[in-house]
């Protein structure tokens, strides 16, 4: 199978969206994302189920991102100590959950010494559970700073090569993506590159606008057919405007949603952050009543005109047109039988609105 477009990891389900596979699905498709993987295992354990009802969390999230035609795939942090049970958690447990793809998660572990040992034990034993479903490993972004890794024996058995390309301390994205790309060219077997990117904080540090906006564009420039972030947990909840930048950029083999939709379906989400992280940080909305500018603004005007409309109204987006940097947009929003109508212009600018004149009547 192959793989192109957007994906999320995500870690915690329960993290995501309330934990709701509908939520999930609804947000991964409004966001163009082709592909969503969900932690599966830990070492010898099973992960994302519910630790008091024993619920396996995963199966009603695949089955929710396979009716929004999203690939549902899996990933496994190994430790090496037991491959044959890893391989065998892992491996029968991707085959039974009906998943997409499968993504071997080794880090410093499979540093120490006799590791290549144990991850061709592994991946020889996991081949045979996975049976058709392509595998990918999931490592260090630099195979030149980390030698002593199982390279070889890892991607002997896999189809595709997820770098963790993550740039914390800095704000040099493309430079990083490009030599990675370009050190894993040099290492046999070659696989097809699918990186993953920095959508988390860590340390006071996290990435811009500017560092997500260079690591796709980047990677479009190099050819490479799909790209990640990691994590789904940390960028929905506590970096929305760089969620909003990765779900507007237009990845080969995306469909995302456009500026309008996805105003409206924030507005549905009742969410002050997650709505304002649409505008620019100097963004100027007009209404009859006022003007203010600054994200900060329009996320208390927005938490008081959720107070005064009921949890349960629904936004609907009834026309757009337009193109580019300047939108016209019909909506409307029905209360008591009531319906209230308005008339949006929004202009914008990388993606997110800078401008928003707004009507009612």
């Known amino acids: 199978m192959t793989l192109t477009g957007k994906g999320f990891f995500i870690w915690k389900i329960q993290e995501c969206e309330g934990g709701s596979p509908a939520a999930i699905a ?11 993987l969900i932690k599966i295992a830990d070492g010898i354990n099973q992960s994302n189920v519910d630790k008091t009802t024993g619920t396996d969390l995963v199966p009603p999230l695949v089955q929710a991102l396979h009716s929004a035609g999203i690939q549902a795939w899996g990933w496994h ?24 793809g499968y993504v071997i998660d080794a880090e410093r572990e499979f540093k120490a010494p006799g590791m290549d040992v144990k991850a061709q034990r592994f991946v020889s034993d996991l081949r045979g559970y996975l049976g058709t479903i392509p595998a990918a490993l999931s ?31 800095s704000h040099n994205a493309s430079a990083q993506l490009t030599r990675s790309f370009r050190e894993f060219q040099t290492l046999t077997p070659i696989r097809p590159v699918i990186a993953t990117g920095s959508a988390y904080g860590n340390n006071g540090w996290a990435p811009t606008t500017t560092d997500i906006n260079e690591f796709l564009k980047t990677a479009v420039s190099l050819n490479i057919p799909a790209v990640n972030f990691y994590s789904w947990d940390y960028c929905r909840k506590s970096l929305p405007t760089l969620w909003n930048i990765i779900a507007a950029f237009p990845y080969p083999g995306s469909s995302p949603a456009g500026i309008e939709q996805r105003w409206i379906n924030a507005l549905n989400s009742r969410d002050p952050q997650a709505i304002s992280a649409l505008y620019t940080e100097d963004a100027v909305h007009i209404t009859s009543t006022h003007t203010i500018q600054g994200r900060d603004a329009i996320l208390t005007w927005y938490k008081e005109f959720f107070a005064k409309h009921p949890a349960g109204t ?48």
Not at 26 to 36: E, P, T
Not at 79 to 90: C, H, I, R, S
Not at 352 to 361: C, D, K, M, P
């Open 77 to 100: 942090y190994l430790y090496g100590d037991d491959p044959v049970g890893e391989a065998w958690n892992g491996g029968r447990r991707a085959r039974a959950l009906g998943l997409d």
């Open 314 to 361: 629904v936004f609907s987006l009834t026309s757009q047109a337009g193109l580019d940097k300047t939108r016209n947009i019909s909506w409307a929003y029905t209360i008591s039988s009531k319906t209230t109508h308005g008339k949006d212009s929004l202009g914008l600018e990388d993606n997110l609105i800078s401008y928003h004149y707004s009507t009612l009547s």
């Open 26 to 36: 609804s947000v991964a498709k409004a966001a163009g994302l082709s592909h969503v």
């Open 139 to 169: 490592s260090f972004r630099f195979p030149s700073f980390h030698k002593e890794f199982p390279w070889s024996p890892f991607l002997q058995k896999t189809d595709f090569n997820m770098p963790q390309v993550y740039w914390e301390q």
